[in-house]
């Protein structure tokens, strides 16, 4: 899938996300830590949504003994997204601005594009004081930077399936 179809698939299903049903949220409790389980709550319906596909991607893939810290990872991904505070077209127009401006350029700056942008960054520092499994802390950080991803102590056929089960190719 191309990067562009990619971010309209992610957008419309933003618009379009269910609340999770009562299964999907006592798997997600089942599934991460007590530190990490706040964190994770922070995301609002889309999010969730999103995480619990990627979660449920990896379970697929690697079957139902899959090491959890993985899923966990897939699972929390994205937690630094709410500190933008942008609905489905406000970050439709971050990732734009991002990529006419370079998201290192994007990363830097200390409006909502920038939150948007460096939400990687975010959410692992916010993983980290939450004391969750550093697998996690590690891949939220690294998800969308294929050249962290041998610095994250995560195997690289982990960070190749976590990001194929998030969308995403090494070379978006």
């Known amino acids: ?5 990619h971010l309209v698939s992610r957008f419309f299903g933003s618009v379009t996300a269910k609340k999770l049903d009562a299964g999907d949220e006592a ?26 596909a990627v979660g449920r991607a990896v379970v697929r893939e ?10 966990a990872a897939a699972l929390l991904h994205d937690v630094g997204k709410p500190d ?45 004081g939450a004391g969750a499994r550093p697998e996690a802390v590690a891949w939220a950080r690294a998800h969308h930077r294929p ?14 399936l976590l990001a194929r089960a998030d969308g995403e190719t090494p070379d978006q």
Not at 1 to 5: A, D, G, K, L, Q
Not at 62 to 71: E, I, M, Q, S, Y
Not at 101 to 117: D, E, I, P
């Open 1 to 5: 899938m191309s990067r562009v179809n």
């Open 27 to 52: 798997w997600v409790r089942l599934t991460l830590t007590g530190e990490e389980l706040p964190v994770w709550e922070r995301l609002g319906r889309a999010d969730r949504a999103e995480s619990v």
């Open 62 to 71: 690697l079957g139902p003994d899959a090491d959890p810290r993985w899923v």
């Open 84 to 128: 933008a505070r942008l609905g489905p077209l406000g970050r439709a127009g971050a990732t734009v601005v991002a990529a006419v401006v370079s998201h290192g350029r994007a990363r830097t700056w200390s409006s909502s594009v920038g939150a948007y942008v460096n939400h990687d960054e975010r959410g692992a520092n916010r993983l980290a």
């Open 147 to 160: 050249d962290l991803w041998p610095g994250t102590g995560i195997p690289p056929e982990i960070c190749a």
